[in-house]
């Protein structure tokens, strides 16, 4: 018996004989069990993959009397009730129970992992690469389980012919590749591989001049389409060949899978370098970003959609995003392209593209069924990177889960031991941008513990990382974080007037004001202010020209209060919706604690001593390691006086 898919789905006899299959529904309901590979598919599962969300009301009955008509076909031979063994009833399912040197797709699949790692088996990788008549399942149209399965094998075809050609070449062979490696450039323009390892064939060929015309095509090509510049060996290959150096082979390659490696100088990488630098460089890197992947949108080829979403794993610390809406067209594409590539799509692109949707789905800007998604998008980002032993996935990962951490009041405990593996990580494997963002991370957590001779530590250390990777954005938020120290010790004897500490969040916001971070920017002086009266016992800052941006809501009732407006003051507090749950929850938390309680409003009191329980030992807004507003345990006492015991 041996069964083929790659190309229509056929069957063969032991005498080699073609199986008459019946119709499409039978063709396909073999074809889903091959591409589970020898595990069971349940009953449910193949209902809903052969008709989709709207099943006929005995999709059941037919599908096993499809089982049925296949199993006589497959094994004519087979004595009534008789059990099968080709496919065979398993559980709540079916399978198919064939060796895997019977399936094409399993005979491909071995042979790839077996050149993998033995450059000597490309031999009978060709012969697995010759068995292709066609896209697989290609006469199993309509259905998205075979979709996936499609991109998912066109990938592992276009990786086997280049690691067969790139083992040919490197041998000394290969001049007789040049017509087939053109198909393969010509059929996946945006595989940088493939036009190297052509340009390399045409020059074992002798056609020097065609081998450098071939590179300079892709080059424009890259850069008019899609902003990029070539990779590391195609600049490398192209400069050999100019001085006259013959192509070993034996280069170093910086590929990390299948398919285009992004350049250093692509509009990628160039994005992430400026959106380290900050100001008008930050703009522009948002909109760099976005222009590549609508074009890698639009070539459909989703593995460089995927590489190009996820390059972009620029360190993120702050939960409220500076432009939300070019967050939700990255979070839509990368989830559009997480759909097409399926469950079985490659690890590390699944990864770094569930980093990107954990990461720029901050948790101030969505919704809770988007919240929910995002975290799950997290978790499951850090454990495929930690199965895949990459540290610099991992980091990437792990910015996520901190940015999804801020679920609810509390937390600099977990969100500090999140900040201590990232830099561990990163100072281990050289990966600076990730190590900055560690100690700042700590910074917050240990600011938000009220610990400010750690948070100096980290605050110090930031800063001299900085120096070294040019990562200006830094002073930034640290002058901030030296105003927000300040204001703790304005309280204690011998400390700072609030005056002093006013001026100097006054100057730290001047500087933040074109560090090009709009979403932190805006409303964080008003609320520094307002944080500083409040630990002073004076009443809010009244000054009119003060944008309180998103944070208005929760200062509205006690500027309200403070004016005198006391009935003004108890509808604004009704109004107000529960703070966000991101870096300044519990000062916003504290602030609605502070209203209900002068108010005598026992229900909102009550709301906000529950919500702030889990941060009592923290200091209100400090995880922000921006501002403070002081220990969370006073604003608590005062919700809880004015609640009353429980009913």
Do not use: K
Not at 484 to 500: N, V
């Amino acid at each position: 018996m041996r069964i083929d898919v790659l190309g229509a789905v056929r069957a063969f006899g032991d005498d080699g004989a073609p199986v008459a299959l019946g119709g499409p529904r039978h063709r396909e309901v073999l074809a889903r069990l091959v591409a589970a590979g020898g595990r069971m598919v349940t009953t449910g599962t193949l209902v809903d993959d052969l008709w989709g969300d709207e099943p006929p009301p005995r999709a059941v009955g037919a599908l096993r009397t499809f089982v049925a008509a296949l199993r006589r076909a497959l094994e004519p031979g087979r004595t009534p009730r008789t059990p099968s063994r080709v496919l065979v009833t398993e559980g709540p399912g079916y399978a198919l129970r064939l060796p895997r040197e019977d399936v094409d797709v399993h005979r491909f699949e071995d042979a790839l992992a077996r050149a993998r790692h033995t450059p000597g088996a490309v031999t009978a990788l060709g012969e697995a690469l010759a068995a292709w008549r066609g896209p697989a399942y290609a006469d199993v149209t309509g259905a998205a389980w075979a979709e996936r399965e499609r991109v998912r094998l066109e990938e592992l075809r276009a990786e086997a012919v280049e690691l067969r050609a790139r083992a040919l070449l490197d041998r000394g062979e290969g001049a007789g590749l040049v017509a087939e490696l053109g198909d393969h450039a010509a059929a996946h323009p945006w595989r940088e591989p493939a036009w190297t390892l052509l340009a390399r064939a045409l020059h074992r060929a002798d056609r020097r001049a065609d081998a450098l015309d071939t590179l300079r095509r892709v080059r424009a090509m890259l850069a008019d389409r899609l902003g990029l510049d070539p990779g590391d060996e195609l600049r490398r290959l192209e400069t050999d060949i100019l001085g006259g150096v013959v192509p070993s082979g034996a280069t170093a390659t910086t590929w990390t899978g299948p398919g285009v490696r992004l350049g250093p100088r692509t509009t990628v990488d160039l994005a992430r370098t400026l959106a380290l630098a900050g100001g008008d460089a930050l703009v522009r890197a948002r909109h760099d970003r976005l222009a590549a992947v609508r074009a890698a949108e639009r070539t459909g080829d989703l593995a460089l959609t995927a590489r190009i979403i996820g390059a972009y794993d620029v360190p993120a610390l702050w939960s409220r995003a500076d432009d939300p809406a070019q967050s939700r067209e990255v979070v839509a594409a990368a989830e559009r392209t997480l759909a097409a590539l399926g469950p079985d799509g490659p690890a590390d692109l699944t990864a770094r593209l569930l980093a990107t949707v954990a990461v720029e789905s901050r948790s101030a800007d969505v919704s809770g069924p988007e919240r929910e998604r995002a975290r799950d998008a997290a978790r499951r980002a850090e454990a495929q990177a930690r199965d895949l032993g990459d540290p610099a996935l991992l980091v990437f990962a792990l910015n996520g889960v901190f940015l999804q951490s801020f679920t609810r009041p509390g937390g600099a405990d977990e969100r500090d031991g999140i900040g201590a593996e990232i830099l561990g990580l990163s100072t281990r494997h050289g990966l600076p941008a990730f190590a900055v963002l560690g100690r700042l991370v700590r910074l917050q957590s240990a600011s938000a513990l009220g610990d400010l001779d750690a948070a100096l530590t980290h605050a110090e250390e930031a800063e001299r990382l900085a120096a070294t990777t040019e990562a200006p954005l830094v002073p930034v938020l640290t002058r901030w974080f030296r105003a927000r120290a300040a204001a703790t010790r304005s309280t204690e004897p011998g400390g700072p007037s609030a005056a002093t500490v006013a001026a100097r969040y006054r100057d730290a916001d001047e500087v933040l004001r074109t560090a090009g971070m709009p979403g932190l920017h805006r409303g964080l002086l008003p609320l520094a202010l307002l944080g500083l009266r409040l630990q002073h016992g004076r009443p809010a800052p009244a000054d009119p020209r003060l944008d309180w941006g998103p944070y208005r809501p929760w200062a509205e009732p006690l500027l309200l209060l403070d004016a005198g407006r006391t009935e003004e003051a108890r509808a604004a507090l009704a109004a107000a919706p529960a703070p966000p749950p991101d870096h300044l929850q519990e000062a916003l938390w504290c602030l609605t604690a502070r209203a209900a309680a002068r108010l005598g409003d026992r229900t909102v009191a009550a709301r906000a001593a529950a919500a702030l329980a889990p941060a009592r030992p923290e200091h209100a807004g400090a995880a922000s390691g921006l501002l403070t507003l002081g220990p969370v345990t006073s604003y608590l006492a005062e919700a809880r006086d004015c609640a009353g015991p429980p009913a």
